[in-house]
């Protein structure tokens, strides 16, 4: 053979349509056997900007070309810039195995060539193939959030690397005052996380702890969770509250649940649940179980659980000693007696006293009772009262009272009874006593088959029943025969009972086949459609579920051995070849029985379907289905848009005639039959190019589509089936062809088709086309802008976003520029991406409020060096559209604005910029909703003043020459807009102040914080010009120098008489009502709302003078009109003795 590529190609004459792909073979096998050339990796390099995906996917097999590429910008320039969007995402994942393990500085050098070229959602496959250190620094400069896939990906090479990134989603790196916009979710990898048990336990358990508080829903499959059992045990008994969920109940053993289970339990006793405390221990001996719990509850809480009657439970009573379970059910009766309470609950806890009391009760009750369900219910109490007295003998003789009393009961009744003893009893191991009746009573239901609903008796009680009687040696036919009757004539498919016992389930099977060879021909005939395909599958079912486990010891089911199951079926397809019971049947005879599906099937070929083994067929005896080609072809019209089927059709391609033929009947089924759907066949059979040639005439000549023509719809259907063959064409159709569908109203058929070619087609055709598109109508711009976005590089997208944003007019086309922008800054910020956005938020204008609705400038991921100027930017567009906007909607942007600013970016923004905003907005108060002023004082007291220390007076000066300048300059400016009487300074004032003294804020703050304010209020107001905030800023500084309700009471009382001689006993009305206030908003949360006032007042009334006891008796007064007094009376009582006019007729007025 030549060494000559050009040699090699020109020795055969191939057909022009292969000669791309020969070339590329043919570079492949030079380079494989050592006769390398650059004319050779130019073939490649040919082929791998071939928009032919055979081509294409050819020549990304050439391992010695990827292995030879040591330059980015040559094999950018050459190959990225130049090939589809699909294929260059390809080539980088290519790239990037090539280079994994083998070169990690040149998988660096082209990871940041990548990054800078097309950012780094096309980068990231690169980053595998890099160096550890690289890869750790570009995570924590880029703020990258990896995908599982890539964290599976590197994992194998760098564990210690993601264990240190998965260590970034520790909560406790989430500080307030330092701003983290790398969010890495732990929940998004919690299908990895088990991973680490096998290679970093330790890790594990650290990374598990740290999200403890958060329900992470991470799941072990059994061999995870037996490992970690086996590894981390001193993890899980130090801290079983975190680690007891990833354990499997039986790998822990009553000695480790003895040192895990009382570290369990709750701090509080109010959080103490019973029945969630013993699910914990469900799998221990009852006498294990309830020691434990006693003790254990004792020893944390020092009390005795039995002693806390809410606290016993019905869970916790089935496992006491009888005893004690007595005695804690007569006092459970006797308590619902005293509380009047009866009913079912009473009758419940009754029912754990001993059976000889309770069970002569019940049956006197059901004596007395006509309604069939609560019958039923006092029936089960019985079963129940029995159960748990551990007593057979009375289980005994509640069956027989069953049985003989119950034994005309409607169907539901005893439907109910089986469903419950199961439910209460392992029924398995119950004696032959009760046994004997059971069947009584299923015979007598079986004898009443018509009246009693038989085929929906419970089936594990069925199964139960045959156990049962095989254990113990006894006949198991006759139930045997009650299951085959609900089986045949219920709703179930699956014959195979006692699955987990093969000898069992096996014998079932035989005895199923007797019963149904010895039937009589008539009930037979009834049921034989049903049966035959349902009792074959299940027989099959369990020669292949022991098949799989290689059991020995079971002997396969022969089908052969029973020719009058195969003679039924024959009649059964000569009655009906159709039915649907047989698909599924047609399939398990020709893996298992070919010879006799041949038989019964002889005349149709194999033929069920399109899957991998249809392609194994193709690629081993295509003459086999040339010679069946007309049933393949009418399967693949059929399963038209299934994935298995279009690979077949284009594995067709490399085939003389059939494709021939089937493309022949493609085109005659849609050119005369009119068959849309052939199109998508079509599409995957021909050459892209030819199938252009093909569609170009059948698309529309006319833009819109005439509404008035009935034939329009059929022809619309048409033409909407075209953009599907173009998704399957390859190489892709001209773009040209698709524009044309986009020109008039076929757009939103011909979306997903245009998505899909430009993936395909070259970078260098879909950006002039998409620019055109641009050019379009507004539906038909927002596309191109979409699809430019999608394949362009860069710094070829900024300048295209940037001439967009000034030459678009319409809003919805700025909106989709705005949005590509907005996230290419995000995922990208740089000086380049942040002089688009700057650009484009200084230019919007009130045609843009649509993009405004819901507020855009989200600040989550602006880094904090472009933060301070990107606040800015927006202020200066709110002014901006401040002159031109509604009013409202002004205030909107201004609120959303405002409370864009959290804690963290607080303390970044410069003082000058936050002394404008409070300037600007604290004041601004309006008596509607969208009041500004509100979030500013929210900005100030929550954020802005929540500081200490220096920060903290500096703070407090800045708000004081800002507090001072608004009243002085508004004070008395009337805004008769809003209301007649409004004065908005005087509101926003009082609202300030009122805010202030009621925030919690930290202790060490709040009281220079109150002093300040007072100092500021003072300094330009006197305690006339608001009494509201003076009082209340009064009551603050005197609650700041105390530390309890009684020493606040004491001081307020002291206060009094000063706050009454300045205010005259005119205003003591207004004093306390003041007081009543701060009482209810002001105090700290050490406090209970109750307790605070309950101790403030009892205290002030104890003071003695008539100042302090006249205004316990107002608060109180006022506090009676919204929430009653009863709860004060002691204090009403005392302040009734008071011999005061005043007092003593408020106290009276109180309690009439």
Request: hydrophobic fraction near 40%.
């Amino acid at each position: 053979m030549g060494a000559n590529l050009e040699e090699i190609v020109k020795m055969e004459q191939f057909p022009r349509a292969l000669y791309g792909l020969i070339k590329v073979e043919a570079a492949k096998i030079l380079n494989r056997t050592g006769h390398t050339s650059q004319s050779n990796y130019e073939a490649i390099e040919e082929g791998l900007r071939s928009e032919n995906s055979e081509i294409f996917s050819r020549s990304l097999q050439a391992k010695e070309f990827f292995n030879n590429i040591t330059d980015f910008d040559y094999f950018s320039n050459n190959l990225l810039h130049h090939v589809s969007y699909n294929t260059r995402c390809k080539i980088i994942k290519k790239l990037a195995h090539r280079l994994a393990g083998r070169n990690p500085q040149l998988a660096e050098e082209f990871f940041d060539g990548i990054l800078s070229s097309y950012g780094v959602d096309r980068a990231m496959p690169i980053l595998v193939a890099c160096s550890k250190l690289f890869i750790k620094d570009v995570i924590s400069k880029q703020k990258l959030v990896l995908s599982i896939g890539m964290v599976n990906l590197l994992y194998k090479r760098y564990p210690d690397l993601i264990v240190w990134y998965l260590k970034l989603s520790n909560p406790a790196l989430n500080d307030p005052l330092e701003r983290r916009i790398h969010h890495v979710k732990i929940s998004e990898y919690k299908s990895f996380l088990p991973k680490l048990i096998r290679r970093n336990l330790s890790a594990f358990v650290e990374i598990y702890e740290m999200h403890s508080k958060n329900s992470l829903g991470v799941h072990l499959s059994r061999k995870q969770a037996n490992r970690f059992a086996w590894n981390a045990k001193k993890y899980y008994l130090d801290k079983p509250n975190i680690f007891y969920k990833l354990l499997i109940p039986e790998n822990i053993s009553e000695e480790d649940m003895k040192i895990m289970f009382p570290k369990m339990l709750p701090d509080k006793i109010e959080d103490f649940n019973t029945n969630r405390m013993l699910q914990y221990l469900r799998q221990y001996p009852k006498a294990f179980s309830v020691s434990l719990l006693l003790k254990s509850y004792e020893n944390v809480y020092g009390k005795s659980l039995l002693d806390e009657e809410k606290m016993v439970t019905a869970e916790l009573m089935k496992i006491l000693p009888a005893e004690e379970r007595v005695r804690q059910a007569k006092i459970k009766t006797r308590k619902h007696d005293e509380d009047s309470i009866g009913g079912n609950d009473k009758f419940m806890w009754t029912s754990f006293l001993p059976a000889n009391e309770v069970l002569p009760k019940i049956r006197e009750r059901i004596a007395k009772t006509s309604d069939m369900f609560e019958r039923k219910n006092l029936v089960s109490q019985m079963l129940f009262c029995c159960k748990v007295n551990e007593d057979d003998e009375s289980l005994l003789e509640v069956l027989k009272y069953v049985q003989d009393r119950h034994r005309n009961e409607m169907s539901s009744f005893h439907h109910a009874f089986l469903v419950k003893i199961q439910s209460i009893y392992d029924t398995l191991h119950l004696n032959l006593d009760h046994w004997k009746i059971l069947f009584e009573i299923i015979q007598s239901m079986y004898v009443k088959v018509k009246s009693s609903d038989f085929i929906n008796v419970p089936m594990d009680f069925l199964e139960t029943a045959v156990r049962f009687r095989l254990n113990n040696n006894l006949p198991p036919e006759p139930i045997l025969k009650m299951m085959f009757f609900v089986l045949s004539r219920g709703y179930q498919s699956y014959w195979n009972v006692l699955t987990d016992y093969p000898e069992y389930e096996r014998l079932c099977l035989l005895h199923f086949l007797r019963i149904a060879e010895q039937m009589e021909q008539e009930s037979w005939n009834a049921i034989k459609t049903k049966t035959i395909p349902n009792l074959i599958m299940s027989i099959y079912r369990f020669n292949e579920r022991h098949a799989k486990v290689n059991d020995l010891k079971i002997e396969f089911f022969s089908m052969r051995d029973y020719p009058w199951i195969f003679n039924e079926l024959f009649e059964m397809l000569k009655e009906n070849r159709q039915d649907f019971r047989l698909n599924a049947l047609k399939t398990a005879l020709k893996k298992n029985e070919i010879d006799i599906y041949n038989h019964l099937w002889p005349s149709e070929p194999d033929i069920a379907t399109i899957d991998i083994n249809t392609m194994n067929q193709l690629k081993k005896d295509p003459k086999r289905i040339l010679s069946h080609w007309e049933t393949y072809y009418d399967l693949c019209r059929k399963l038209n848009y299934n994935g298995a089927v279009h690979r077949f059709v284009r594995s067709l391609r490399w085939y003389n005639t059939i494709p021939i033929k089937f493309a022949e009947r493609c085109v005659d089924g849609v050119l005369k039959g009119k068959n849309e759907n052939l199109l998508v066949m079509l599409g995957s059979l021909v050459h892209g190019e030819t199938f252009a040639k093909f569609i170009e005439p059948l698309l529309p000549t006319e833009k819109k589509i005439d509404m008035d023509e009935q034939s329009r719809q059929n022809s619309f259907s048409f033409l909407h089936k075209i953009p599907y063959g173009m998704e399957m064409a390859n190489p892709p159709v001209p773009l040209e062809l698709i524009g044309r569908l986009c020109e008039g109203d076929y757009l939103s058929s011909s979306l997903s088709a245009l998505n899909n070619s430009c993936r395909r087609t070259s970078v260098t055709k879909v950006i002039p086309f998409a620019k055109h598109l641009c050019c379009q109508r507004v539906t038909v711009a927002k596309h191109g802008i979409r699809l430019i976005a999608m394949v362009t590089s860069l710094e070829e997208l900024i300048e295209f976003l940037s001439i967009s944003w000034k030459q678009q007019e319409h809003h919805s086309v700025r909106k989709v520029v705005f949005d590509k922008a907005k996230h290419l800054f995000r995922r990208m910020p740089s000086p380049s991406t942040w002089g688009l956005m700057k650009m484009i938020i200084s230019t919007i204008s009130e045609k843009e409020e649509s993009l405004l609705l819901i507020w855009p400038f989200d600040l989550a991921d602006v880094p904090n060096d472009y933060i301070t100027e990107y606040l800015k930017i927006v202020l200066e567009m709110i002014d901006r559209l401040e002159g031109t906007s509604k009013e409202q909607t002004v205030k909107s942007y201004i609120i959303s604005f405002l409370r864009s600013i959290d804690f963290a970016i607080c303390n970044i923004l410069p003082d000058e910029f936050l002394v404008e905003l409070f300037r600007r907005y604290l004041f601004n108060e309006t008596c509607n909703h969208a009041n500004p002023a509100y979030v500013a004082r929210a900005l100030l007291i929550n954020l802005y003043l929540e500081t200490t220390g220096d920060n903290l007076d500096r703070r407090l000066d800045t708000f004081s020459k800002i507090f001072v300048d608004a009243v002085k300059s508004k004070w008395n400016m009337l805004d008769s807009t809003e209301s007649p009487h409004y004065y908005p300074i005087r509101n926003a004032v009082r609202t300030l102040i009122t805010e202030i003294v009621y925030t919690k804020m930290k202790p060490e703050a709040r009281s220079l914080v109150i002093d300040r304010v007072m100092e500021t209020f003072l300094s330009v107001l006197t305690h006339e010009d608001d009494a509201q905030c003076y009082l209340l800023l009064i009551y603050a500084q005197e609650w700041n120098r105390v530390k309890t309700p009684k020493e606040f009471a004491t001081e307020i009382g002291k206060k009094l008489p000063e706050l009454i001689e300045i205010y005259t006993p005119l205003f003591s009305y207004f004093i306390a009502d003041a007081l009543k206030d701060f009482l209810k908003h002001g105090h700290s949360d050490n406090f209970s709302s109750e307790y605070f006032f309950r101790e403030f007042v009892e205290t002030l009334s104890e003071l003695g003078t008539v100042e302090a006891s006249y205004t316990a008796a107002q608060v109180l007064f006022l506090f009676s009109k919204e929430s009653g007094a009863n709860c004060h009376l002691p204090v009403l009582r005392k302040l009734a003795k008071t011999e005061h006019p005043a007092i003593k007729s408020l106290v009276n007025h109180i309690q009439k």
